[in-house]
């Protein structure tokens, strides 16, 4: 690794590392929040769904849509951030632990849910999505390490023949 690469590596990790920090206790504020985090905004995001269904927007749209697509968002800084903070050699392996630490924070929040807070609701979607957030967030790391940490081996100079 040239010390170019390496000193980026290392800010970037120093930079993930903060990153993971506050996201953490962000998810942890959403998902042990006492009541759903959604109650209020409920009839609204209805509202705007019926209106942009007569607008042509297609039928699949409705709310349980948009809250399945919030938990696949809400985990991708997950797995990027696992991915970020292991600095893996070898990609696939830290997009099976990112992956893998994803579901289980979710798997940790739905038991947490069901177990000490009545008026959430713990469900296997959320679970599946969470874990496509965490898996989805391992990939856009790749592009991450990639374009800023730059190739892996630089390109060899190509001989020149006469």
Known sequence: MTANRRRRHTMLRRAAGWL???YLAALALIAFWPTPVDRGLHGSISSVVLWLRAHGV???????????????????????LVVLLAGTRRYWIGTL?????GTL??????????????????????????SL?????????AVVL?????PAHPPAAVAQTT
């Open 58 to 80: 297609p039928a699949w749209l409705d709310y349980q849509s948009i809250e399945f697509s919030a938990n696949i968002a809400l985990f991708v800084p997950v797995g990027l």
């Open 146 to 150: 990639r374009v800023a940490l730059g």
């Open 20 to 22: 993971a920090l506050a």
């Open 105 to 130: 924070i979710s798997c940790t929040i739905e038991l947490g849910q069901l177990v000490f807070l009545p008026e959430r609701f713990a469900t296997v979607n959320d679970v599946i999505a969470n």
């Open 97 to 101: 632990i990112g992956t893998l630490i």
């Open 133 to 141: 957030g965490a898996l989805l967030g391992t990939l856009i790391a």
